[in-house]
């Protein structure tokens, strides 16, 4: 078996808006010509400031429903890779709409904001994800632990990792210098490969689909003994080095 760094099995649009908002740490505010940062440091979590509602058209509601003044604003939040790689940055979402007074009893902790659309961009590509199905999304499970899982694999299962290029295919290892992991969501781990000019990122999806982040360390045994059936060397990897069962789990607070 060989895994061409496909695209199967990925997150959504609407899914990946949902799990930046539901794990952002900081965020920025622009309102009324002002940028303001936001951060957990400030209080709550970033996202915990704002309470979206759909806007009193989508709502179908009449300006008579509107309350209190209504100022453009924007929330600008930007994914940025937990591990030291080549471009940190792997996504960037705006949620833009309209600050109001609106619901205050509702919301009386922060602001409310009536949604006007988000905006996901990833690389070179630019998605509008509405409310509905941004609402509807379920937020990644192994979001709020990803960050120490990447860290344990690199730091104490480094070895893991160039085994999972027998995974991919031989021309993307051409003049590769280094692989690190760069992201892992409940359907799979991608690893950015670095050259000496440039980087190419691959995905390797999970047998199964993961439902909490201890299951983690099942899904990646699955995919070195699938890699250990592979033939093809990396000067990356030691062919003599066979990992334990228990190799990889991930650490939880």
Partial sequence: M????GADQQ??????????????????????????EVSRGNGPGATQHIHLHPSPMDAGLTGAARVGERVPATLEFTDVSPLPVRDRVRSRVTVMGWLTSRDKGASPAGDCMEFATAVLERGTSEVSVGLD?????PADPVAGYEADILTHLVEEHSHCVPLLLRLVE?????????????????????????YPFGHHDVRLPFHKTLNDPDQFGVQLQAL??????????????????????????????
Avoid: F, K
């Fill in 2 to 5: 060989r895994i061409l760094g």
């Fill in 11 to 36: 997150p959504t649009s609407a899914e990946r808006v949902r799990t930046i908002l539901a794990t952002a740490h900081s965020m920025t505010m622009v309102a009324d010509g002002h940028r303001a």
């Fill in 133 to 137: 199905d941004l609402m509807a999304a």
């Fill in 170 to 194: 031989p021309r993307y290892l051409q003049l590769m210098e280094r692989v690190v992991p760069l992201a892992i969501d409940r359907y799979g781990i991608d690893l950015r490969l670095e």
């Fill in 224 to 253: 070195l003994t699938t890699a250990r059936r592979c033939s093809h060397g990396s000067r990356l990897l030691d062919d003599a080095w066979e990992p334990d069962e228990n190799t990889v789990s991930p650490r939880r607070s």
